[in-house]
Nanobody, 115 residues
Framework: QVQLVESGGGLVQAGGSLRLSCAAS????????MGWYRQAPGKQRDLVAV???????NYADSVKGRFTISRDNAKSTVSLQMNSLKPEDTAVYYC?????????WGQGTQVTVSS
């Protein structure tokens, strides 16, 4: 298992940028996939972006071209660069790690985009 701690959330105006980071409690070199999900009030938790151990990435259609996920195995971190933010990006963002078949979650970080 792994402990995940997110940071970097906050309040930003529409069109602005934020960078989220997720620090893992152990090496992420062998973790199958890591990524970010988000959950807005009254809605389900949805995938935002994922990156595999091989470096392949996948994004939700709503964030393609605006968000970029990356991982630094040496620092055991996964980051999400969010540009051109929109009010509909407002949500709690959760870091995620899939280890074999077990899902691991961080506590979440709030991102609020004002119009």
């Amino acid at each position: 298992q792994v402990q995940l701690v997110e940071s970097g959330g906050g309040l930003v105006q529409a069109g602005g940028s934020l960078r989220l980071s997720c620090a893992a409690s152990r090496s992420i070199f062998s973790i199958n996939a890591m990524g970010w999900y988000r959950q807005a009030p009254g809605k389900q938790r949805d995938l935002v972006a994922v990156i595999t151990s091989g470096g392949s990435t996948n994004y939700a259609d709503s964030v393609k071209g605006r968000f970029t996920i990356s991982r630094d195995n040496a620092k055991s971190t996964v980051s999400l660069q969010m540009n051109s933010l929109k009010p509909e990006d407002t949500a709690v963002y959760y870091c995620y790690a899939l280890i074999v078949t077990t899902s691991n979650w961080g506590q979440g970080t709030q991102v609020t985009v004002s119009s």
